[in-house]
């Protein structure tokens, strides 16, 4: 019986995460819309755009090999399983041990491996100002995020998500400084890992401006629309991350009935709702830095998260 | 017979094998009979200490009656000569294979067949010798066999230049190493390794000994100052010998100051780990931003090189750590991280040498400037070069990452020690570790993107050939053994258990117990990966998602010009090139550490003159220490001069003079 509700709670969650992804996108381009007091697009245009995007043939440039074909499916599905294995409505996914928060960061690392080399298939030179600006972005950002996870574990005395989540709805946490710069560096590094603004512009089509934009100038069609469904994957990672380690509260815990799952779902949606309207205040709320201003940006994010893995370190004997 | 006698007569069989190479080195089956028959001798040696590993690693030892008369020449056969032997052959092996088909383009081969058996064979003895004149006898053959494949193709200046400057190193660390093991012996002088355990040293000498330990195997596996050799040698020899002195040469390196350090030297003070844990940081960084700036292939994969061993450092640092703290848990962890990033990186790095070796013979360059669009002309080569390249990224599902993920794990239990240097030490060196994954990941995305994706940027790209079989065959078996590492990364750990042991004190948590292929270094609730399930759940969604949209929506693809934002341009001069792709990083990283400087001389409108853009780097390690170095030797080599033209009177009272100061020095010692 714990087998199958378990597996169906891993499902659920590989479904949900799926399903929901586009919706989150809708929601913050409707937000910003709003304002910027216009009405916007509704707010399931963006499976309108996959559905059709996905039926549409695709024209592949005479220079692509091989990879650039398959490329967009293995980043889908990096994207997908690292996605999978962050709890959003439930604690004790039945495969959370298989990767932990470190192997989360790799799978996205594996994607972005693929995104900039497919950024470089073709031979033009928009793929590879995005590709090198990319891998530089990441190149801060990764450091950073690892920062974060020490901080993290060392707090949890544990690198497993679900254990982490758990020990983050436990009453021994209390208030942190070291939460709170690990939070504020996680936050950094999502608008960063995500492509937001002030990193780069998910809306812009002006070319030197462009990061992610342009490492996917070339592709079209199905192709296209997987890789969108990536990249919206990827932004609901990185909510759900923040949500269940710093607002944990209605996850579901290990083992729990049918009553706390919907409470756990609901208690989702909402946080994902505040957080797409949050991400749009903010976009609004700044302009785009020059790519160079990036590094010092990520560069804070890494200094808050030393610090922050510095001060457990010294304030506390650590793990036993 | 032991299996540690078979090991020595597969090495005598290698050594035997010289002359062979020597005398019929011009024949055409020369090459194909000489590398086949290293490449059985190192299958052979391989699988021995393979087996003498996993049957536990008990010490087997043998005594020859050779060299000096009153200790005989020892060697030994335990857990940590058993791994680093396995390593060795299993490197071996891989770049015999591939030598029985590129060696057929060799045009001196009289120059590589008869130094690559002393070579390998050197390496082995090196891994099972057990007392100082065997070592170091060994140590020096595996450095001038190797010094002698670094000349092969000399006619060239700057392969003469580089085989100048390690031997220079070389002649350094075997110095050093001297020094070391001369102060572990004592004196007494009992040469003997057994004896060196018997008696420790400690205190102010046993410091000494693991600064020497450091200088010595450090200026052979590419520890930062001491790496200025290594992206000059490692490039100019023939490709499958750089596979053999990158991937495998530099592990040996490893096992020395593992030996000395872990084994002969005894308990460590706390202290020790701060020099290696900084060194090893360091070396990490500096190694693959200098990487990133090179446009040659294989001097970048040496840098690449240097790179990888500050990672293994790291993990050794901590492991000293640990142990100084009288943690072996935690230790053993970190040495098991260490160890397995020795074997990964012998894996991955042959490969990628082995690649180079392939792109270098079907283009003639190894330039990255002039390479491109590789992954059509040669589609498997592309594809084991991937598996490389990913695999050195540290990214899931393969082996790199595994070894960098335990030695996160091993950071993570670092608050444990109670010094307080490390404590500020330890999660800034996590810091450096990350970075350089991270700048690693971004190397090789400009490596392979420039090399193999987008368009030929010269016409011997264009026309370039896949290579022979034998050398496709050395290259898939390596892929496949790092896929099977990452996949199946318990058994490697618990294959590495007797060496954490006996190093240590402790074991890891056997592995091969987990349910599901897990592995666990501590506790399922702390961490836990599972390399299987990973690559499983990626192929299936992958494969899931794409037969669904194939299914269901539309599989409909024309082929046209690309779009390139409605101006594509015919020309290949157009693309990224390895330079551009650097930029960024080089502008952030660079300004300081290299004083990067990027000068641009653009022509006024209406102007005709060219537009011109150099780049300055400048190399502050070899300008700060090396150039003054060599300034110093040179003026003081300018004054000894003078002592050849004095008089037989002065030269008789120099004389006097010496004998009586040695005279004086040994009254006062006394």
């Keep these: 019986m714990g087998l199958i509700r378990d597996l169906a709670i891993q499902g659920a969650q590989m479904l949900l995460v799926l399903a929901l992804s586009p919706l989150l996108i809708g929601l913050v381009r409707k937000v910003k819309a709003r304002l910027l007091r216009r009405r916007g697009a509704s707010l399931v245009q963006p499976y309108r755009d996959l559905w059709r995007l996905m039926r549409k043939e695709v024209v592949l440039a005479d220079s692509a090999s091989w990879l ?3 490329a967009p499916y293995l980043i889908f599905a990096c994207t997908w399983v690292a996605a999978a294995l962050v709890p959003t409505f439930a604690t004790g996914l039945m495969f959370s041990w298989t990767a932990d928060l470190i192997a989360i960061i790799a799978l996205l690392g594996s994607a972005r491996f693929f995104l900039a080399l497919a950024g470089m298939d073709v031979g033009t030179s928009f793929g590879g100002i995005g590709s090198s600006r990319e891998m530089m972005i990441a190149a801060v950002a990764e450091p950073a995020m690892i920062m974060i996870v020490f901080s993290l574990a060392l707090l949890a005395h544990s690198t ?4 982490v989540a758990g020990y983050m709805l436990s009453s021994n946490v209390g208030l942190r400084v070291t939460l709170a710069m690990a939070l504020i560096a996680l936050i950094l590094v999502a608008i960063a890992e995500t492509g937001r603004i002030p990193i780069d512009n998910p809306a812009t089509h002006l070319e030197l401006t462009m990061v992610h934009e342009a490492m996917i100038l070339e592709y079209s ?3 296209l629309a997987v890789l969108e469904l990536a990249a919206a994957l990827k932004l609901l990672l990185y909510v759900s991350l923040i949500a269940c380690v710093f607002v944990p509260w209605g996850l579901a815990p290990v083992g729990s009935g049918l009553a706390a799952t919907v409470i756990g779902l609901g208690a989702y949606l909402g946080k994902l709702t505040v957080a797409g309207a949050l991400l749009a205040l903010f976009e609004t709320a700044v302009a785009k830095m020059r790519v160079f201003r990036a590094p010092e940006f990520l560069g804070a994010a890494l200094m808050l998260g030393l610090l922050g893995t510095l001060l457990l370190f010294l304030s506390r004997g650590g793990l036993r | 017979m032991s299996g540690a006698d078979w090991l020595l007569i597969c090495d005598a069989g290698l050594l035997a094998l010289a002359p062979l190479a020597m005398f019929a080195c011009r024949r055409s089956w020369a090459n194909g009979a000489i590398h086949g028959a290293a490449l059985i001798l190192c299958l052979m040696a391989g699988a021995l200490a393979l087996s003498t590993l996993l049957a536990g690693g008990a010490a087997q030892q043998v005594v020859l009656p050779l060299g000096l008369p009153w200790i005989g020449a020892r060697f030994r056969l335990d857990a940590l000569s058993a791994a680093f032997a396995a390593v060795v052959n299993l490197g071996g092996a891989a770049a015999c294979l591939y030598g029985v088909g590129h060696g057929r383009h060799e045009r001196e081969p009289q120059r590589v067949l008869p130094f690559l058996p002393v070579f390998i064979a050197g390496m082995n003895l090196v891994v099972l010798a057990d007392d100082a004149f065997s070592f170091l006898v060994s140590w020096e053959v595996m450095s001038v066999a190797s010094w002698a494949l670094v000349m092969a193709h000399h006619h060239d200046p700057a392969n003469r230049r580089a085989g100048y400057i390690y031997l ?22 009992s040469y003997a390794f057994d004896a060196i355990r018997a008696h420790r040293v400690s205190g102010r000498v046993a410091g000494l000994v693991l600064t020497l330990a450091l200088l010595g195997a450090g200026s052979k596996a590419g520890l930062v100052p001491l790496h200025v050799w290594l992206p000059l040698a490692h490039p100019a020899a023939p490709s499958h010998v750089s596979a053999l002195m990158s991937g495998v040469m530099t592990k040996v390196a490893i096992y020395a100051f593992v030996r000395i350090v872990f084994d002969l030297l005894g308990s460590p003070d706390p202290w020790w780990s701060v020099p290696v844990l900084l060194l090893g940081a360091a070396t990490a960084v500096l190694g693959i931003l200098q990487g990133l700036l090179q446009t040659d292939l294989k001097r970048f994969l040496a840098y690449s090189t240097v790179e990888n061993i500050g990672i293994i450092f790291i993990g050794l640092g901590l492991a000293l750590a640990f142990r100084a703290e009288a943690l072996p848990l935690a230790a053993a962890l970190a040495m098991t991280a260490a160890l397995f990033h020795v074997l990964n990186h012998a894996l991955f790095k042959s490969l990628l040498f082995l690649g180079a070796g392939a792109v270098l013979g079907a283009t003639g360059e190894r330039d990255l400037e002039r390479m491109g669009g590789l992954i059509r002309r040669m589609p498997i080569t592309a594809v084991v070069f991937l598996v490389g390249a990913m695999a050195i990224s540290a990214l899931p599902p393969l082996n790199g990452f595994v070894s960098e993920w335990l030695t996160f794990q091993a950071v993570l239990v670092s608050p444990q020690i109670g010094a307080t240097a490390l404590k500020f030490l ?14 690693t990941a971004a190397a090789m995305v400009r490596a392979y993107g420039v090399a193999f994706l987008g368009r030929p940027r010269s016409n011997a790209a264009a026309q370039a050939k896949e290579t022979d079989p034998w050398s496709l065959a050395a290259m898939i078996i390596l892929a496949g053994l790092c896929l099977a590492a990452g996949v199946l990364p318990g058994f490697v750990i618990d294959a590495l258990a007797p060496v954490a042991r006996t190093l240590t004190g402790a074991p890891m948590p056997a592995q091969s117990a987990q349910a599901w292929l897990s592995i666990v270094p501590i506790a399922e609730s702390r961490s836990s990966y599972n390399g299987l399930l990973v690559l499983a759940f990626i192929i299936a969604s992958a494969s899931l998602s794409a037969f ?12 046209a010009p690309a779009w390139d934002c409605g101006f594509p341009e015919p020309s290949a001069a157009t693309q990224y090139t390895a330079g551009s792709f650097a930029q960024p990083l080089r502008r952030v990283f660079g300004a300081r550490i290299f004083a990067a400087r990027d000068q641009v001389d653009m022509p006024a409108p209406g102007d005709i003159r060219p537009a011109r853009f150099t780049m300055l780097v400048r190399d502050r390690i070899w300008e700060g220490l090396y150039q003054p170095l060599a300034l110093a030797v040179g003026w003081t080599a300018d004054r000894i001069n003078r002592l050849q033209f004095l008089t037989i009177r002065v030269y008789l009272s120099l004389v006097f003079l010496a004998l009586v100061s040695l005279l004086l020095g040994l009254a006062l010692w006394d």
């Design chain 2, 426 to 439: 330890v999660p800034a060196v996590g810091a450096m570790l990350a970075l350089a994954a991270a700048l």
């Design chain 2, 548 to 559: 669904a949209i194939h299914r269901l929506a539309s599989r409909a693809l024309r082929r």
């Design chain 1, 221 to 223: 069609g199905r192709h």
């Design chain 1, 160 to 163: 497993q998500l679900s254990t």
């Design chain 1, 68 to 70: 650039f074909r398959v």
């Design chain 2, 168 to 189: 220079l190193m070389a002649s350094f660390g075997a110095l050093c190493l001297l020094l070391a093991i001369g102060l572990l012996a004592g004196p007494a002088g």
